[in-house]
């Protein structure tokens, strides 16, 4: 956090202020982590702190230090705009533009009245905040607040609570320390969480080792769907309906699915296409590694977008047209996919 943004942070928390901590909407370990590990934090230096998120968060978090103390906005409206209205300080984590948080809470928050802080490692921040920490080199929102801490001279009030959250963050979004982002730092800043009382084999359970038997099941019916094809360094799996419905489908079953495709030797494009018969359509995740950006792909074909190695789509056909339209489009991209390494 450079020096401008350190001494307007320093301003705005130099007396006991009313702060409320956002993350985004469909929260995941790095929002629900960094907002109760600054809330923690916070606490110790005097302030009062609530966190709010703007729907519920996973089951396999429901267990980290504060977590019952988070309030999910579309539960509680009411009580919820109250506590805007009474708020000095609002700090937004872990996205960068008001839109994330999506519908009403995002016009609560355009009206509101207190100061706006921002702590994000997303591309393009809004410029909506009077202090505004951004860095889309960091691997994780919650590698920041320590940062945050670190900047404002604050690190020895590291309390194991603020270790284990901001340690969660940082494990769920660097794919436990797998992906490019994880830098030297972001391993330093987890030695010192650990030293602060943060157990990963505890937090690695408690996050991973919480399958249901059928989401296993529904795995091993996506992983026997898998389909390669070796020249176009692409895999995808489908899921029809009917396999869901036989493994008594939850939301958030299928998540990390496609990431089994993406770990086949030679493959830098993987596909998971997921029918849905109650919206008509098919969802679908892409994935790639190196240069390949499904970010264009999504855009260009299927309706969606999101980063370049990540992103989201749909198709309105069904399920086997929407394959067959699929790959008639792959050697399009031949070269691209190719060279992506
Ligand atoms: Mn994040």
Known sequence: MNKDTTEAVQKLLASPQK???????????????????????LKILGHTTTVIMPNDFPDFLKWLPGCDEIIIYEKE??????????????????????????GELQAVLENATAKFVMIDHHQQPADYA??????????????????????????????????????????TDTGSFRFSSTSPTTHRVAARLIEAGAESAIINQNVYDTNSPERMKLL???????????????????LT????????????????????????????????????????????????????????FARNHYNGGGHINAAGGKSSQDLNKTISEFISILPRYKNKLTDAL
């Open 19 to 41: 702060v409320v901590i956002v993350g985004h909407k469909n929260p995941d370990g790095d929002a629900v982590g960094s907002c109760l590990g600054l809330s923690f934090f």
């Open 220 to 238: 091993g019916v996506a992983l026997n769907n898998l389909v390669i094809l070796p020249e176009m360094h692409t895999a995808y799996i489908t």
């Open 130 to 171: 009077v202090a505004t920490y951004s860095d889309v080199k960091m691997s994780s929102t919650s590698e920041m607040v320590y940062h945050f801490m670190d900047a404002l001279g604050q690190t020895e009030k590291l309390s194991k609570e603020i270790a284990v959250n901001l340690y969660t963050g940082i494990m």
């Open 77 to 102: 409206v009411q009580k919820t705009s109250e506590i805007f209205d009474n708020a000095d300080l609002i700090f937004t984590l872990d996205f960068n533009s008001l839109d994330r948080v999506g």
């Open 241 to 296: 309906q009917n396999e869901l419905d036989d493994h008594n489908f939850k939301k958030g079953d299928t998540e990390g699915f496609v990431n089994y495709a993406l770990s086949v030797k030679g493959v830098v494009f993987a596909v998971i296409f997921i029918e849905n018969k109650q919206e008509n359509l098919v969802k679908i995740s892409f994935r790639s590694k190196g240069d390949f950006s499904v970010n264009d």
